[in-house]
């Protein structure tokens, strides 16, 4: 069972990857401080909370045979 709080490696990789990339094709920023590489903004703004997405996990369903 995944922790729903917690997010794991590939999400978090995901999130601040998609993010990094909208920062560099001109999207704002979230955060005052706008200073350093896309990659450290989105970081940050994963670290801070500001980023608006929603993670939609599926359930494991075993089938029986």
Do not use: H
Not at 14 to 22: M, T, W, Y
Not at 38 to 54: N, Q, W
């Amino acid at each position: 069972m995944l922790n729903t709080n917690k997010l794991t490696r590939y999400e978090r990789a995901r999130i601040i990857g998609a993010r990094a990339l909208q920062i560099s094709m001109g999207a704002p920023v979230l955060l005052e401080d706008d200073s350093g590489e896309p990659i450290d903004i989105a970081f940050r703004e994963l670290e801070m909370g500001v980023i608006p997405v929603t993670i939609k996990r599926l359930a494991d369903v075993k089938i029986a045979q």
